[in-house]
């Protein structure tokens, strides 16, 4: 990082943003706002390379402060004067939409996580020592790796603990918890005290807001459950599991005229609905983070909610499945129809949710 | 002689306790927050504090 390099001032001797001609992997605009706000710029070209993958954001945001903010040597990056710089600039944007729009979007959220560890490695890094200058001893570099490992571990573990206490029911008192840490860092700035004590309050707060916002309930234990019911009474009102992979087999059922009701609820992973070939389904569908498909309805993402109200005109039994995911995939497929995760299935394999 | 608060820590403190009101209010059934909200919230709480630090620079 280069802490001694200063941002260049106007005549007012307010700082200007400027992009880096020195500290630069393409227009040196992440050099530039590291150097801006006194930051190792490798945080903000991960935020540039998380957010290309996220519709192109990255991207965008790159290329328009490519072209507007000017560098520091005087140089521009598209040729002479401000207007080349906006007609390469929406001639580059133009084109990231056109390589970033849908369907690559959908490795934005896979991609999130790794630029998320990376950002956490570099901050470890430079927490248990920074930068090497050339030529430093192997065995402090050694000693500052163990140590940027073990804090990690401490934080994953603190993270992994929180999650799961959140999860079974313990979120009310960490969510107090998190506002008295935050009160206890207001009153610290006042009367002074250690600016480390940040991370332990994010440890505490961010797994609480995963788990609060993909509703992830984990009671019910963890591992695999299959149930199969042979008659309506022997299928329950809800199945639940924590974590893990549940399949309800409701093939051998006989379904009685009317509305069959059951519930699935899987805190955080799989689960397999296959419903009986003359059934009716209507559902009811809240999946957190993930995959929901219900017989010919499909849609994945965040927040995933839809009802399906099923075809009034048809006679046959109804069956009603509320179901609710807190991070994972529920699939609902009638008889044998493969499932997702044994082999994709084409649109015209599926069945309507109700039939003729 | 008063000493001036650490804006740092102030920011932290302030954004933590928001998030954790808003938790609070989820978990007692208040409000039902989903990643449409809860998302921009940790990112805007995260990004507050990286700027704070960042403006304020090290503690002499």
């Not at chain 2, 954790?20 to 039902?32: A, F, K, P, S, W």
Request: proline share 6%; with cysteine.
């Amino acid at each position: 990082m280069n802490e001694n390099a200063q941002s260049p001032k106007d005549d007012g001797g307010v700082r200007k943003l400027t992009r880096s001609s020195t500290d630069k992997m393409i227009g040196g605009v992440a050099g530039g706002l590291g150097r801006y706000f006194g930051v190792d710029p490798i945080l903000f070209r991960i935020a540039f390379v998380a957010l290309a993958f996220a519709g192109g954001v990255g991207i965008l945001a790159y290329i328009a402060l490519l072209a507007f903010v000017p560098a520091d040597d005087g140089t521009s990056p598209f040729g002479a004067g401000r207007n080349a710089n906006v007609i390469g600039a929406i001639l580059l944007a133009l084109l990231a939409l056109v390589v970033f729009g849908p369907p690559a979007f959908f490795l934005g959220p896979a991609l999130v996580p790794v630029a998320l560890v990376l950002g956490i490695g570099v901050l470890l890094w430079r927490a248990a020592g920074g930068s090497l200058p050339a030529g430093s001893d192997p065995g402090k570099i050694a000693a500052r790796a163990t140590i940027a490992f073990l804090i990690g571990l401490a934080a994953l573990g603190a993270f992994a603990g929180v999650f799961l206490l959140a999860a079974i029911g313990g979120g009310t008192v960490l969510a107090i918890l998190a506002i008295v840490a935050g009160m206890a860092l207001i009153i610290t700035a006042f009367i002074g005290g250690a600016r480390w004590l940040v991370i332990p309050a994010l440890v505490l707060v961010l797994p609480l807001a995963i788990v609060a916002a993909a509703d992830i309930d984990v009671k019910g234990g963890a591992g695999e459950r299959h149930y199969r019911p042979g008659t309506v009474s022997e299928i329950r009102p809800e199945y639940r599991l924590g974590m893990g992979e549940l399949e309800v087999d409701l093939r051998a059922v006989t379904l009685p005229v009317g509305t069959t009701t059951t519930a699935v609820k899987v805190g955080v992973g799989h689960a397999v609905v296959r419903v009986p070939d003359d059934a009716c389904v209507t559902s009811d569908v809240q999946v957190g983070v993930g995959h929901a498909q219900v017989l010919d309805r499909t849609s994945d993402g965040v927040d995933v909610a839809f009802v399906q109200p099923g075809s009034l005109a048809s006679a046959a039994p109804r069956l009603h499945l509320d179901a609710d995911i807190g991070i994972g995939a529920l699939e609902v497929v009638r008889g044998d129809d493969p499932v997702f995760s044994r082999g994709y299935r084409t649109t015209s394999d599926i069945l309507p949710a109700c039939p003729a | 002689m008063n000493r001036a608060p650490d804006r740092l820590l102030l920011v932290a403190g302030l954004a933590i306790s928001g998030l954790g009101v808003l938790l609070l209010l989820d978990r007692t059934g208040v409000i039902d927050l989903h990643f449409g909200y809860a998302l921009p919230a940790i990112l805007a709480c995260v990004g507050a504090i990286l700027l704070a630090a960042g403006l304020e620079g090290p503690r002499r």
